[in-house]
């Protein structure tokens, strides 16, 4: 199998190898991938950390050989935990990892802190909504809480009906803590967003911007159109 690591600060993934394909996803500085197919110009890549998959261009791609993904996967970890931060003449984003201990990042954490997710999370306000972005450039919802989780030492998957599969119910709304996640459906009953619980009646989520907004039994409760933009579906604790 062969690898690459991302040597940019952030590199989009298309669902097809296409310029004006969906951006499904992005690479961060230093995520390492395997290699599915060469197309053209195009590379189809798994992200290591999430086995999520994506086209980026060759041009873009950095080779590993079997020694250096070995060293890599040895090596200590950090992860950055700003919006955005410097880091040898680069302009990183929030959720990069470097291999240093650095100024705003922190080591990768093997147990799991509710309490870092949510300081994490809180950075990040005001941070646009972008589909497919994990970046402070753009973001979406299940990528704003999959990093806010991996930089607290959770692992979550990329989307957000795969996130609802983890963690422990929480049955009532009154009983939700800071640091549980809130799944939201449509009219399908398919999942569609999350967010992290700030308490029992805050939410802090990517819609349009990173946001905190009110939540009760029914859902989302935006102040600005004052109505319900999200309809809950569950609540989930992670640990």
């Known amino acids: 199998m062969r690898h690459g690591i991302c040597k940019l600060s952030v590199v989009p993934m298309r669902r097809e190898a296409s310029h004006t394909s969906e951006l499904v996803s992005e690479l961060l500085f230093n995520d390492i991938y395997e290699i599915i197919e060469d197309k053209d110009e195009w590379i189809l890549i ?3 950390y999430d086995t999520y998959e994506g086209w980026i261009r060759k041009l873009q791609h950095h080779e590993l050989s079997d020694e250096e993904f070995n060293e890599y996967l040895k090596k200590d970890k950090y992860i950055i935990n700003t919006a955005i931060a410097s880091y040898r003449n680069m302009i990183l ?3 990069s990892k470097v291999f240093e201990k650095t100024e705003n990042a922190i080591i990768l954490r093997k147990d799991f802190d509710c309490n870092i997710m949510v300081e994490s999370a809180i950075k990040m306000l005001d941070v646009p909504y972008r589909w497919g972005g994990k970046s402070a450039m753009g973001i979406d919802c299940s990528a704003f809480v999959q990093l806010c989780a991996k930089v607290a030492g959770y692992k979550l998957p990329r989307d957000a009906y795969q996130q ?6 929480v049955y009532y709304i009154v009983e939700a803590q800071a640091g549980d996640l809130a799944f939201f459906k449509n009219e399908n009953e398919k999942i569609t967003h999350v967010g992290i619980m700030l308490s029992n009646d805050k939410i802090i989520h990517a819609s349009g911007k990173v946001r905190i907004d009110t939540i009760d039994q029914t ?3 935006n102040k600005e159109s004052e109505r319900h933009t999200h309809i809950l579906s569950c609540i989930k604790r992670i640990r």
Request: aromatic share 14%; net charge neutral; glycine share 20%.
């Open 219 to 221: 859902g989302i409760f």
């Open 46 to 48: 798994r992200c290591l």
């Open 93 to 95: 984003s929030f959720g």
């Open 164 to 169: 609802a599969q983890c963690g422990e119910l």
